[in-house]
């Protein structure tokens, strides 16, 4: 079952009705989205199907562990996850657990969902504030995932502010005043070229004097191979832990899906800069190798937090590691 959104922010209280069981309407939008997320990995799942159609079933040999682990690099799942995947179907099939293709299709699927880290999955918003750092390289949706967030916290009642310290480039600025004026959330900023621990200072105080719920921070968009922005990025982490001690409660680094093998080395030189909480999973109705979910999680050990499968609010979900590996190999 998906997480819903009061499941995955910490910190905001579930609805009274929540105890009962989930309404007609509910049930219908859970429906939907599980729809709209098979289709975003519509890609992903024919180009596995293909590889693997032309396997025959009726031998299960050292050939068909062969081509599953072609069809699991090739989608960009990684080597070591590939690998964990390969040995466990092995032993179930030499265990006399697989016979036929549906038995393979099914160990297949619960390998899959198996490999995604056990970390905390929820986004810690339980604190006054609450400081999030949003953290990632140019172009993965980063502000437009901070806009979302903001948006489905407003849902549910919290009070946020954002925080531009996304001070290079002077577009940044702007759209991240856009989202605000979108969601209703003030934006704390200053001008072009602004030094980024100063905003974040300026909006640590804000957030704190306004009794604001959650804070937000739009860092720039630091190319990985950059040491002097990471630096910067590891100053700003500096400026908030100096204000408030138990802070940033979350790290989120947002990912794009279609990057691939790109997207995996991001996240590992990210979390070596900061310490990330979390992954954000953008565009993967983009790519044909949605298998980066797989190898981001298992091998970092990072537990994707949210995922992103297009344009509007509610295209920003929950991740939830079934529903992925049903999405990505159901017929």
């Known amino acids: 079952m998906a997480h819903s959104w009061h499941e995955v922010f910490k910190g905001v209280a579930a609805p009274e009705e929540a105890a009962t069981a989930p309404s007609e309407e509910e049930e219908e939008q859970k429906r939907g989205w599980l729809k709209r997320f098979k289709e975003s990995l519509s890609k992903s799942r024919q180009t596995m199907q293909q590889h693997l159609s032309a396997v025959m079933f009726d031998k299960i040999d050292a050939d068909l562990w062969e081509r599953l682990e072609e069809t699991l690099i090739f989608a960009d799942c990684g080597v070591n996850s590939t690998v964990a995947i390969v040995e466990r179907l092995e032993k179930a099939a030499n265990d006399g657990q697989i016979m036929g293709k549906d038995q393979f299709y ?104 306004r009794g604001t719920d959650v804070l937000i921070v739009d860092t720039a968009g630091r190319l990985h191979t950059q040491v002097n922005l990471m630096e910067e990025l590891k100053k700003i982490r500096r400026v908030v832990v100096k204000q ?88």
């Open 244 to 331: 408030i001690p138990d802070a940033p409660h979350e790290t989120l680094l947002t990912v794009d899906a279609t990057t691939g093998q790109n997207g995996l080395i991001q996240a590992r030189l990210f979390g070596e800069a900061v310490d990330v909480t979390g992954a954000v999973l953008t565009k993967l109705d983009g790519t044909a190798k949605g298998g980066i979910a797989i190898a981001i999680s298992h091998e970092l050990g990072l537990p994707i937090k949210l995922v992103g499968v297009g344009e509007q609010m509610e295209d920003l979900r929950p991740f939830d590691p079934g529903d992925f590996a049903k999405a990505l190999l159901e017929a």
């Open 106 to 209: 099914s160990h297949l699927e619960e390998a899959v969902a198996d490999m995604f880290a056990v970390g905390d999955y929820q986004i810690d918003v339980s604190h006054q504030p609450s400081v999030i750092l949003v953290v990632g390289v140019n172009g993965t949706g980063k502000t437009t995932t901070i806009g979302k967030i903001a948006w489905h916290l407003r849902q549910e009642g919290k009070t946020v502010m954002l925080a531009a310290a996304d001070t290079f480039r002077a577009a940044a600025i702007e759209q991240l005043q856009e989202w605000g004026r979108r969601v209703d959330c003030p934006v704390i900023a200053q001008k072009h070229g602004s030094d980024p621990g100063a905003v974040v200072f300026d909006a640590l105080t804000a957030a704190r004097s």
